[in-house]
């Protein structure tokens, strides 16, 4: 079975698009490939045109950052690169663990920073390992 968006032709287009015409905010939301949907209008289904697979992957953060609200609230507000760096706020954040509503709002920005404090202290611990290996091997020299 062939799909229109699979052609090799397509694909290469649409890659070759400028951001903005791939990706556009509309009410809330960030409809992906709106140049495309727009040109397959009166061509393809309703459904399939206004499909939005974002929304899926939204309710699973969601989903996530709720139960794991802790763990999440632990890793950014203990000691943080993020906080000490001032890119978080901390007393905001501590407020915005008491509302699940407000967590759920805000699930992709808190994943987002929970990956980048993450990698910021997996940098921290290779750069510390890596000092404390320098000092152990001039020791033994």
Same mark, same amino acid.
């Given at each position: 079975?062939?799909h229109?968006?699979?052609?090799?032709?397509?694909?290469?287009?649409?890659?070759a698009?400028?951001?903005?015409?791939?990706?556009?905010?509309?009410?809330?939301?960030?409809?992906?490939?709106?140049?495309?949907?727009?040109?397959?209008?009166?061509?393809?289904?309703?459904?399939i045109?206004?499909?939005?697979?974002?929304q899926l992957?939204n309710?699973?953060?969601?989903?996530?950052?709720?139960?794991?609200?802790?763990?999440?609230? /632990?890793?950014?507000?203990?000691?943080?690169?993020?906080?000490?760096?001032?890119?978080?706020?901390?007393?905001?954040?501590?407020?915005?663990?008491?509302?699940?509503?407000?967590?759920?709002?805000?699930?992709?920005?808190?994943?987002?920073?929970?990956?980048?404090?993450?990698?910021?202290?997996?940098?921290?611990?290779?750069?510390?390992?890596?000092?404390?290996? /320098?000092?152990?091997?001039?020791?033994?020299?």
């Amino acid at each position: 079975m062939f799909h229109i968006f699979a052609s090799r032709e397509m694909m290469e287009f649409s890659l070759a698009l400028p951001l903005c015409y791939r990706l556009m905010p509309v009410g809330g939301q960030w409809i992906e490939k709106p140049v495309l949907r727009y040109a397959f209008i009166g061509l393809l289904p309703k459904e399939i045109i206004s499909r939005n697979h974002r929304q899926l992957q939204n309710a699973m953060d969601e989903e996530y950052v709720i139960k794991n609200s802790k763990q999440i609230a /632990s890793l950014l507000l203990d000691n943080s690169f993020l906080s000490a760096f001032g890119i978080i706020d901390c007393q905001k954040l501590s407020e915005m663990f008491t509302n699940k509503h407000l967590i759920a709002k805000a699930a992709t920005g808190l994943i987002c920073c929970c990956m980048t404090e993450l990698w910021l202290k997996s940098i921290s611990n290779h750069f510390n390992l890596n000092s404390a290996n /320098s000092e152990a091997r001039a020791m033994h020299v």
